[in-house]
C-alpha cells in the first residue's frame, strides 16, 4: 500500500501517528493511533474515501431518519436509515455532531472495521439510539459496497438461499369476526402467515388494533396534543381473550393459514407460561414477545409449560442478548430489528448464532423502521440457511416517493430489487417538503394508574 495513497498530506500523518509509525513498519501503514488501515486498491478500483456524511430527518407519512454517506468516487453514494420511533432527534443529532466527524476520510469498503470502532469506540457502548445510529452508517456501507461491485447485497452476503422470503402481515379488529375478516383478505392478498390481534374488552387502546383509548375513560388520556396517548392494560382480560380469539379463528379459517400473535412484553412469566399452554391446541407459527427484555431468564419457565414456538428479540440492541436465549434454546425465532442491531453486519453474527442452535430468524419488520432496513432483512433473509418468516408492510406511495426501492410483495414472498446496492434510494429534494413532525409511541398503565410497559 503506498503510503501516499492515504488522506491529507504525509508529513501531517507522520505527525499524528507519531514515533509508533517510526518503530513499527505495520503501524507505519497507518493502523496506530486509532487510525483505520488506509483506504486501499480493490480489484483494479482506486481507493475510496468518505467524503460526507449527510443526516436527513423527513416525514412523507411518518418520521425516518436516513444517513447518506457521499464518497470521492463521483456518483458513488450510500443511504441508510437510522429511524427510532418517538427518538429520531436524538439518533439524528449522534450522527450529525458524534459520528459524522469519525467517518470522513475513512474506507468506506472497511466495514467491519467502521463497526467495530463505533460500537467499542466511544466506550460508552450500546442502546437503542447508539445502535440505530450505526445500523444508518452500516446500511449505507453496504449500499456502497454492493453498488461498487455491481451486485445486490445478497450476492456478497453468500448469494441466495431462497426465491424470497415468506412474508407475514397484520390482522386486527374490534371483535373476533373483525379480525377474521381481515385475515381472510390478508390470505386473498396471498399471505400464508398472518399475525392476529384483537381488542381487549373493558380496556381502552389494545396494541396492535385501531381500538383507541378514549377521552374520559379508565385511563387518562393525553390532550389533544402531540404527547404520547395512554393506553390500558390488565392482564386477566387479555389472557382470557386472547386464546377464545385463536379458537374463533381456527374454527372458522381451518387448520393450513399460519397464525402469530404479539404479546408486545407485556406479561410475567406464569402469566406467560398459561398463555402458551392455553394456546397449544392452535398450533401458533409463533407467539411473540411474552415478557420484557429485562427478564430473559424466565422463558426458561415458559419452555417447560408449553410446545407453542416462541419468538422474541425486537427491543435486543446487541449479538450478546440474543446469546443466552438461543444457546439454551429457549425460543424458536429471534426477531431481532435490524435498524436497531447495527445493521447488516450484526444480523448475519445473530443469524449465525442462531443456525448453531436450530433457532429460526424472524427480523421485525413494521412502518416505522424506513424501506432500507426492510430492503436489509430481505438481502440477510435470502442469503441464509435459517430463515423463519419476515415482517413486512406495505408502504403508503408519500413513503415510497420519498424513499424509493423498497422490497416487492409477490405471491406470499417479499422479493429484493436486483440492482447494485440495497435497491433503496433518497429523493433529497422531495423529502424537504415533509419537515419532521413530533410524533411519541403510545404508553400504556393499569387501571389503579401505575405505568404497564407499552
Ligand atoms: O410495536 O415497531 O412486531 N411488531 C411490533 C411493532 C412495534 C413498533 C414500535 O415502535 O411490535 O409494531
Ligand atoms: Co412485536
Same mark, same amino acid.
Not at 450500546?126 to 450476492?155: E, N
Not at 406495505?394 to 422490497?407: M, S
Not at 405471491?411 to 435497491?423: A, C, K, Q, S
Given at each position: 500500500?503506498?503510503? #501516499?495513497?492515504?488522506?491529507?498530506?504525509?508529513? @501531517?500523518?507522520?505527525?499524528?501517528?507519531?514515533?509508533?509509525?517510526?518503530?513499527?513498519?505495520?503501524? %507505519?501503514?497507518?493502523?496506530?493511533?486509532?487510525?483505520? *488501515?488506509?483506504?486501499?486498491?480493490?480489484?483494479?478500483?482506486?481507493?475510496?474515501?468518505?467524503? &460526507?456524511?449527510?443526516?436527513?430527518?423527513?416525514?412523507?407519512?411518518?418520521?425516518?431518519?436516513?444517513?447518506?454517506?457521499?464518497?470521492?468516487?463521483?456518483?458513488?453514494?450510500?443511504?441508510?436509515?437510522?429511524?427510532?420511533?418517538?427518538?429520531?432527534?436524538?439518533? %439524528?443529532?449522534? =450522527?450529525?455532531?458524534?459520528?459524522?466527524?469519525? +467517518?470522513?476520510?475513512?474506507?468506506?469498503?472497511?466495514?467491519?472495521?467502521?463497526?467495530?470502532?463505533?460500537?467499542?469506540?466511544?466506550?460508552?457502548?450500546?442502546?437503542?439510539?447508539?445502535?440505530?445510529?450505526?445500523?444508518?452508517?452500516?446500511?449505507?456501507?453496504?449500499?456502497?459496497?454492493?453498488?461498487?461491485?455491481?451486485?445486490?447485497?445478497?450476492? =456478497?452476503?453468500?448469494?441466495?438461499?431462497?426465491?424470497?422470503?415468506?412474508?407475514y402481515t397484520h390482522a386486527s379488529g374490534n371483535d373476533f369476526t373483525e379480525v377474521e375478516d381481515q385475515v381472510r383478505?390478508?390470505? $386473498?392478498?396471498?399471505?400464508?402467515?398472518?399475525?392476529?390481534?384483537?381488542?381487549?374488552?373493558?380496556?381502552?387502546?389494545?396494541?396492535?388494533?385501531?381500538?383507541?383509548?378514549?377521552?374520559?375513560?379508565?385511563?387518562?388520556?393525553?390532550? *389533544?396534543? #402531540?404527547?404520547?396517548?395512554?393506553?390500558?392494560?390488565?392482564?386477566?382480560?387479555?389472557?382470557?381473550?386472547?386464546?377464545?380469539?385463536?379458537?374463533?379463528?381456527?374454527?372458522?379459517? !381451518?387448520?393450513?393459514?399460519?397464525?402469530?400473535? &404479539?404479546?408486545?412484553?407485556?406479561?410475567?412469566?406464569?402469566? %406467560?407460561?398459561?398463555?402458551?399452554?392455553?394456546?397449544?391446541?392452535?398450533?401458533?407459527?409463533? =407467539?411473540?414477545?411474552?415478557?420484557?427484555?429485562?427478564?430473559?431468564?424466565?422463558?426458561?419457565?415458559?419452555?417447560?409449560?408449553?410446545?407453542?414456538?416462541?419468538?422474541?428479540?425486537?427491543?435486543?440492541?446487541?449479538?450478546?442478548?440474543?446469546?443466552?436465549?438461543?444457546?439454551?434454546?429457549?425460543?424458536?425465532?429471534?426477531?431481532?430489528?435490524?435498524?436497531?442491531? !447495527?445493521?447488516?453486519?450484526?444480523?448475519?453474527?445473530?443469524?449465525?448464532?442462531?443456525?448453531?442452535?436450530?433457532?429460526k430468524t424472524a427480523w421485525h419488520g413494521p412502518a416505522d423502521v424506513g424501506p432500507a432496513v426492510h430492503a436489509a432483512?430481505?438481502?440477510? #433473509?435470502?442469503?441464509?440457511?435459517?430463515?423463519?418468516?419476515?415482517?413486512?408492510?406495505?408502504?403508503?406511495?408519500?413513503?415510497?416517493?420519498?424513499?424509493?426501492?423498497?422490497? $416487492?410483495?409477490?405471491?406470499?414472498?417479499?422479493?429484493?430489487?436486483?440492482?447494485?446496492? +440495497?435497491?433503496?434510494?433518497?429523493? @433529497?429534494? +422531495?423529502?424537504?417538503?415533509?419537515?419532521?413532525?413530533?410524533?411519541?409511541?403510545?404508553?400504556?398503565?393499569?387501571?389503579?394508574?401505575?405505568?404497564?410497559?407499552?
Open positions: 500500500m503506498p503510503s #501516499d495513497a492515504r488522506p491529507g498530506n504525509r508529513r @501531517e500523518f507522520l505527525k499524528r501517528a507519531g514515533i509508533a509509525a517510526l518503530a513499527q513498519p505495520i503501524l %507505519a501503514r497507518g493502523t496506530a493511533w486509532g487510525e483505520a *488501515a488506509p483506504p486501499a486498491a480493490i480489484a483494479g478500483l482506486p481507493p475510496l474515501k468518505i467524503t &460526507d456524511v449527510r443526516v436527513i430527518v423527513t416525514c412523507p407519512g411518518r418520521n425516518y431518519v436516513l444517513v447518506k454517506i457521499m464518497t470521492s468516487e463521483p456518483g458513488l453514494y450510500g443511504v441508510g436509515d437510522a429511524t427510532l420511533n418517538g427518538r429520531e432527534l436524538a439518533v %439524528a443529532t449522534d =450522527l450529525e455532531k458524534h459520528i459524522a466527524p469519525l +467517518l470522513i476520510g475513512r474506507d468506506p469498503e472497511a466495514i467491519e472495521d467502521i463497526w467495530q470502532y463505533l460500537y467499542r469506540g466511544p466506550y460508552w457502548r450500546g442502546g437503542p439510539i447508539q445502535m440505530t445510529a450505526l445500523t444508518g452508517v452500516d446500511l449505507a456501507l453496504w449500499d456502497i459496497k454492493g453498488k461498487r461491485a455491481g451486485m445486490p447485497v445478497y450476492q =456478497l452476503l453468500g448469494g441466495r438461499t431462497r426465491v424470497g422470503a415468506l412474508a383478505h390478508a390470505m $386473498e392478498r396471498g399471505f400464508q402467515v398472518v399475525r392476529a390481534q384483537v381488542a381487549i374488552p373493558g380496556l381502552q387502546g389494545t396494541y396492535g388494533t385501531s381500538a383507541k383509548p378514549k377521552l374520559g375513560e379508565a385511563a387518562p388520556n393525553s390532550p *389533544a396534543t #402531540d404527547l404520547p396517548a395512554t393506553e390500558l392494560f390488565e392482564p386477566g382480560p387479555y389472557l382470557r381473550t386472547v386464546p377464545k380469539l385463536f379458537a374463533h379463528l381456527r374454527s372458522k379459517l !381451518g387448520d393450513e393459514v399460519e397464525l402469530i400473535h &404479539d404479546t408486545h412484553e407485556r406479561l410475567g412469566p406464569v402469566e %406467560a407460561a398459561r398463555f402458551a399452554k392455553d394456546l397449544e391446541p392452535y398450533h401458533l407459527f409463533f =407467539l411473540e414477545d411474552l415478557l420484557r427484555p429485562e427478564y430473559k431468564e424466565s422463558f426458561r419457565l415458559i419452555r417447560q409449560h408449553s410446545t407453542t414456538p416462541l419468538a422474541m428479540g425486537e427491543l435486543f440492541n446487541t449479538l450478546w442478548d440474543c446469546v443466552d436465549l438461543i444457546k439454551e434454546q429457549l425460543i424458536d425465532f429471534i426477531r431481532c430489528d435490524l435498524g436497531h442491531i !447495527g445493521g447488516i453486519t450484526n444480523a448475519r453474527k445473530v443469524a449465525a448464532l442462531a443456525e448453531a442452535f436450530q433457532v432483512n430481505v438481502h440477510v #433473509d435470502i442469503s441464509i440457511p435459517n430463515f423463519g418468516v419476515q415482517e413486512m408492510v406495505f408502504f403508503p406511495d408519500v413513503t415510497q416517493e420519498v424513499i424509493p426501492g423498497a422490497p $416487492e410483495f409477490k405471491d406470499g414472498y417479499m422479493i429484493v430489487r436486483e440492482t447494485p446496492g +440495497l435497491g433503496t434510494d433518497l429523493n @433529497e429534494e +422531495l423529502a424537504k417538503k415533509y419537515p419532521y413532525q413530533r410524533a411519541y409511541l403510545p404508553t400504556a398503565r393499569r387501571r389503579d394508574g401505575s405505568v404497564q410497559d407499552w
